[in-house]
């Protein structure tokens, strides 16, 4: 059973970065297509950033676009978010998601197979 760990979530003032890891387990991220999305209060979970398997293509929503980055690092098994120039707005609680079928376009809930139980992130105006 593939679990994923999420890391690096805390409180932080608008304008600063953080930087969020997920660690799997049970499974190696290579073969899977990997992704994060977010849940702030009262709201819907919703698609942040998501990397292809096999040729590592990467999407975005369109409100963290030049802001956030996400990455894969295959030897270490752990998959990243960058978030610079962080707004009140991306306060949520971020969640790491696996798919066993590969990305051609930005991935939703029912695409997922695997999820991490969340990291919070507090943004400070």
């Known amino acids: 059973q593939v679990q994923l760990v999420e890391s690096g979530g805390g409180w932080v003032q608008a304008g600063g970065s953080l930087t969020l890891s997920c660690a799997a387990s049970?499974?190696?991220?290579?073969?899977?297509?990997m992704a994060w999305f977010r849940q702030a209060p009262g709201k819907e979970r919703d698609f942040v950033a998501a990397v292809s398997r096999y040729d590592l293509r990467t999407f975005y929503t369109d409100s963290v676009k030049g802001r956030f980055t996400i990455a894969r690092d295959n030897a270490k098994n752990t998959l990243y978010l960058q978030m610079n120039s962080l707004k009140y707005e991306d306060a949520a609680v971020y969640y790491c998601?696996?798919?066993?079928?590969?990305?051609?376009?930005?991935?939703?809930?029912?695409?997922?197979?695997?999820w991490g139980k969340g990291t919070l992130v507090t943004v400070s105006s």
């Open positions: 998601a696996a798919s066993i079928s590969d990305y051609a376009v930005e991935p939703t809930d029912h695409d997922i197979n695997y």
């Open positions: 049970g499974g190696t991220i290579s073969s899977a297509a």
